[in-house]
């Protein structure tokens, strides 16, 4: 039973344990193991048969073939077992990577089929979960006929067969002394140890279906080191990505700033030679004019080269660069570094760049008054925390911080930003400490 409330949100007036033995989730789970009896003996004698062929003819040419193909049975028993699991348990496990043939015909599939530590995963939960299969429909359905049979006994109790005018469920007897459940004392307290044992079914039943769950998570999904493949992947293409966006950033600063000033400069210095007889005055113009423009294109070019790699960062470290991209925001900043040693110069460069945006964001549209910066290490992280009273809501999955957190994440690094409607907003990265 359910009331609304007033945010929309249904509020249950029975508490847990009254609608456990209704919901969906304990009919779900109690199906799951009620069918995993019989589909668990067929995997299970299936597999057994066919790898112990397999075992015993592989002094011959068939036994590899055969213990081959009973690895990929095993894999298609768990393609069911994940699709029962996520119908039934609602667990979503993800389907291991294909077999991949190293080589060119049946051979190569062979090989590969018997070289995957996946498809022998399948293969042990084909035979592993057959016994505790037939556990874990024993005791749930044992507890779930008990308690209902019990909590409903005194509806049916008029069914049973009639001894000397006593009809009742008999206990127990020899012939001579006979027990029966027919007084309204005795209805009262079956049914009673009927809603006990009823009660109770829900919990034991998610009991066995948790262990299941461990079951189809460890033994039926991708291996850990597949897992981390796939990763360290996806990492490797987020850093060519961010590195080929660099290079880019990098021609189209130097195109568009400093060599169109060179260029431009060479052409007042050309015009500058050719006055130089005919009006040295204007040519005395023209050079102090190009004179600034070098001034501006070396700054360019400083500010360039700072962007790649500061030489402060190199040769002082974390403290002083982040101090001089400090004096650089346009609000107060407070800088505090408490770092044992220095870590590695690409994890040093990647943590002042994340702490250079996070301040260019600062000064751009956060409106804060003042900010701070705090760097120390924790256990095996280089941790980052740049704070400022702006007016919050930092929009985490915007192409800044967005990007910010996907260049982290290449590092096995991680952002968090935490940034309520009127501030302050509060940005934690961390990084893994490579000294």
């Known amino acids: 039973m359910a009331t609304a409330h007033r945010s929309g949100t249904r509020v249950h007036s029975l508490p847990p344990a009254l609608r456990a033995p209704f919901e969906g989730r304990t009919w779900r789970e109690f199906g799951y193991l009620l069918l995993s009896l019989p589909l668990s003996v067929v995997f299970f004698a299936l597999a057994l048969s066919l790898t112990a062929a397999g075992a015993g003819l592989v002094v011959t040419f068939l036994g590899i073939p055969v213990l081959a193909g009973a690895l990929a049975m095993c894999r298609g028993f768990g393609a069911v077992e994940r699709a029962?699991?996520?119908?039934?348990?609602?667990?979503?496990?993800?389907?291991?990577?294909?077999?991949?043939?190293?080589?060119?015909?049946?051979?190569?599939?062979?090989?590969?089929?018997?070289?995957?530590?996946?498809?022998?995963?399948?293969?042990?939960?084909?035979?592993?979960?057959?016994?505790?299969?037939?556990?874990?429909?024993?005791?749930?359905?044992?507890?779930?006929?008990?308690?209902?049979?019990?909590?409903?006994?005194?509806?049916?109790?008029?069914?049973?067969?009639?001894?000397?005018?006593?009809?009742?469920?008999?206990?127990?007897?020899?012939?001579?002394?006979?027990?029966?459940?027919?007084?309204?004392?005795?209805?009262?307290?079956?049914?009673?140890?009927?809603?006990?044992?009823?009660?109770?079914?829900?919990?034991?039943?998610?009991?066995?279906?948790?262990?299941?769950?461990?079951?189809?998570?460890?033994?039926?999904?991708?291996?850990?080191?597949?897992?981390?493949?796939?990763?360290?992947?996806?990492?490797?293409?987020?850093?060519?990505?961010?590195?080929?966006?660099?290079?880019?950033?990098?021609?189209?600063?130097?195109?568009?700033?400093?060599?169109?000033?060179?260029?431009?400069?060479?052409?007042?210095?050309?015009?500058?030679?050719?006055?130089?007889?005919?009006?040295?005055?204007?040519?005395?113009?023209m050079v102090d004019e190009a004179h600034g423009e070098v001034k501006t294109a070396l700054q360019e070019l400083r500010d360039l080269a700072r962007g790649i790699h500061p030489a402060v960062l190199t040769d002082r470290g974390l403290d002083a660069a982040l101090s001089s991209v400090a004096s650089r925001c346009t609000v107060p900043v407070r800088v505090e570094v408490d770092l044992p040693a220095r870590p590695v110069p690409a994890i040093e460069g990647i943590a002042y760049f994340t702490v250079s945006e996070l301040l260019q964001n600062v000064s751009k549209h956060s409106g804060a008054r003042t900010a701070s910066v705090d760097v120390w290490r924790a256990e095996n992280r280089l941790m980052l925390q740049v704070?400022?009273?702006?007016?919050?809501?930092?929009?985490?999955?915007?192409?800044?911080?967005?990007?910010?957190?996907?260049?982290?994440?290449?590092?096995?690094?991680?952002?968090?930003?935490?940034?309520?409607?009127?501030?302050?907003?509060?940005?934690?990265?961390?990084?893994?400490?490579?000294?």
């Open 84 to 285: 029962r699991a996520r119908a039934l348990l609602r667990l979503d496990v993800a389907d291991p990577a294909p077999v991949r043939p190293r080589g060119d015909g049946e051979l190569g599939w062979v090989g590969a089929l018997l070289k995957s530590g996946v498809s022998w995963r399948h293969l042990l939960y084909a035979l592993v979960h057959m016994p505790w299969a037939v556990f874990a429909f024993s005791v749930s359905l044992v507890f779930w006929s008990y308690g209902w049979c019990l909590l409903t006994y005194p509806l049916w109790q008029w069914v049973l067969p009639v001894h000397a005018g006593i009809d009742g469920l008999q206990l127990y007897g020899d012939g001579t002394h006979n027990v029966y459940l027919d007084s309204p004392f005795e209805l009262g307290v079956t049914s009673l140890i009927g809603l006990l044992f009823t009660l109770a079914t829900p919990w034991v039943i998610r009991g066995l279906a948790t262990v299941d769950r461990l079951l189809v998570a460890g033994l039926l999904g991708p291996s850990r080191l597949e897992g981390r493949v796939v990763e360290l992947e996806c990492d490797r293409g987020v850093v060519v990505d961010t590195a080929a966006a660099d290079l880019r950033r990098i021609e189209r600063d130097l195109h568009d700033g400093a060599q169109a000033r060179l260029v431009a400069l060479a052409m007042d210095l050309g015009l500058a030679k050719e006055k130089l007889a005919e009006d040295p005055e204007a040519a005395a113009r």
């Open 387 to 435: 704070t400022d009273d702006g007016r919050g809501e930092a929009d985490a999955a915007g192409s800044g911080l967005g990007g910010l957190a996907e260049r982290l994440g290449s590092v096995d690094g991680l952002l968090v930003v935490d940034s309520p409607a009127g501030g302050p907003t509060v940005v934690t990265a961390e990084l893994p400490w490579r000294a």
